[in-house]
């Protein structure tokens, strides 16, 4: 199943890709960070023991500090699937932070993004 390779991958693989993603259009790694801080409580320091540490996905948003309570405000499309409809809660939050990742590369203003 391709849920179960995603979950397997580890946070230092992926971060990596959303780095590139955000630089190459000529996006600030800043707000890559600000993005992920904002959805999972984690801090600078906190993230790169996860990221140390080769965190599973899995392991990396079940030991989030403080997943944002307004996540469930992202909407919009994803791989082709509305992040809203997904029904299995830790793969809703990973295709959350992807759709947050986008926005950011296509130069979404950050109020926008952080759904306040």
């Known amino acids: 199943m391709a849920n179960d390779r995603i979950l397997k991958m580890t946070f230092s693989s992926i971060y990596p890709m959303y780095v590139q993603k955000v630089e190459r259009k000529g996006k600030d ?14 801090d600078q320091t906190s993230m790169q023991n996860q990221i140390d540490q080769n965190k599973t996905l899995k392991e990396f948003f079940d030991q989030a500090p403080q997943f944002n309570q307004n996540a469930d405000l992202i909407k919009g499309v994803i791989c082709g699937i509305r992040v809203e409809e997904i029904t299995d809660p830790l793969m809703q939050k990973i295709r959350y932070l992807d759709k947050l990742v986008d926005e950011v590369a296509k130069g979404k203003k950050m109020e926008n993004i952080l759904r306040h």
């Open 29 to 42: 790694l800043n707000d890559l960070n600000k993005v992920i801080f904002w959805l999972t409580g984690y």
